[in-house]
């Protein structure tokens, strides 16, 4: 299996919901990522997961929680969002943690609109 | 802070057409630099580049590198209408005694016209 996986493919929720978006992944990889992306822009990161650690939060607002329940799966739990949260949020992983420079393969996303 | 360019910002080419993508960057503690190809959704890994003057080559593509200069290129020969897609350029920051972390470039959109 060399995927990662993505739930769901499309999501709208309103400013007071609360959701969460999910990422799974069977390559036996110890770091995950959650990016964001805008229309026409490339990805930004939001954080870095490694051995299951929290090790990079990229200043992100709290209304944006990740999780990171075992090696192969992460979370961002979602609440409060804003309209302007409203893009196309990828999960990655790599093999070794991000103080090696190992390609990063990345996930379908989750396409959400925030009303 | 790091800055990763890469031009042109779009291309339109017809078929069997070859393109080279430039990539230059500005990155403190440089380890590597990756290639990605976008379509609709998820960008799909090219290349990792480490080395300066080593071509990297898969099918039709290929890309090198220059450390001396800071910059990449990769090179599409005899274009096909599936090659059009979003070609992302990416560095990845060693980070000293912190974590690393991939900064992309803003993109180049290529079209393949039939």
């Known amino acids: 299996d060399t995927e990662v996986t993505q739930t769901p493919k499309h999501l709208v929720m309103g400013m007071t919901n609360k959701k969460s978006l999910k990422c799974e992944q069977h390559?036996?990889?110890?770091?995950m990522y959650w990016y964001k992306q805008k229309a026409k822009k490339p990805p930004e990161l939001m954080f870095v997961?490694?051995?299951?650690?929290?090790?990079i939060n990229e200043s992100v607002p709290s209304r944006f929680s990740p999780e990171c329940p075992n090696s192969s799966l992460l979370n961002l739990h979602l609440h409060a969002l804003q309209p302007e949260d409203s893009a196309l949020y990828l999960c990655?992983?790599?093999?070794?943690?991000?103080?090696?420079?190992?390609?990063?393969?990345f996930g379908p996303g989750t396409r959400l609109t925030v009303l | 802070e790091d800055k990763v360019v890469q031009s042109p910002l779009s291309l339109v080419v017809h078929e069997g057409d070859t393109v080279t993508l430039n990539c230059s960057y500005e990155?403190?503690?440089?380890?590597?630099l990756l290639w990605y190809k976008q379509e609709k959704k998820a960008p799909t890994f090219l290349f990792m580049l480490?080395?300066?003057?080593i071509e990297k080559k898969s099918g039709r593509l290929s890309s090198i590198l220059d450390k001396k200069e800071l910059f990449s290129i990769l090179n599409i020969t005899a274009t096909q209408t599936g090659d059009s897609a979003v070609y992302l350029c990416?560095?990845?920051?060693?980070?000293?005694?912190?974590?690393?972390?991939?900064?992309f470039g803003q993109g180049t959109i290529l079209t393949v016209h039939p």
């Open positions: 480490t080395s300066s003057g």
């Open positions: 990155v403190t503690n440089f380890r590597s």
């Open positions: 990416a560095v990845f920051n060693a980070g000293g005694t912190s974590y690393g972390k991939l900064t």
């Open positions: 390559m036996g990889h110890r770091a």
């Open positions: 997961y490694s051995y299951e650690k929290l090790s």
């Open positions: 990655a992983s790599s093999q070794e943690g991000p103080r090696l420079h190992n390609e990063q393969f």
